[in-house]
């Protein structure tokens, strides 16, 4: 076997405290450019809600932000108003539901059927 050499390489000749002063404008930057990122990816998704409210203006970071949340509380209040509304509608169908049953039931307890009974069933099963 030949004999090997150890090549020291420039990091191994660092501190500790320096690798982390020379690592840590590399791990800001990355940082940033994410941030970055991800503020123009809001600003792609909302454009068209962006036109609406600033047309022809250039949007700041925190222009974008400040929309994005406006936007986003908008529609969480949208949803919730759906969601009471589908509510609502969902309660009065079982309501509904129910009342009608009960009027069966009653209306089918008496023998004779009346005409006033004739045209109440006939009603309800519209």
């Not at 809600?49 to 400040?66: C, G, M, T, W, Y």
């Not at 309501?95 to 008496?110: I, K």
């Amino acid at each position: 076997m030949a004999p090997s050499t150890v090549f020291l390489e420039p990091d191994n000749l660092l501190t500790p405290k320096e690798k982390n002063k020379l690592r840590k404008p590399v791990v800001e930057k990355m940082r940033r450019d994410r941030i970055n990122s991800s503020i123009e990816q809001l600003k792609l998704l909302l454009e068209k809600e962006f036109q609406r409210h600033q047309p022809n203006s250039k949007l700041e970071k925190a222009d974008i932000l400040e929309m994005t949340v406006s936007y986003l509380k908008q529609q969480s209040q949208l949803q919730m108003k759906r969601s009471f509304y589908k509510s609502s509608q969902f309660d009065f169908r079982e309501g509904y539901s129910r009342c009608l049953q009960e009027a069966f039931h009653f209306l089918s307890l008496h023998k004779v059927r009346t005409e006033t009974q004739t045209k109440l069933l006939s009603h309800f099963q519209k």
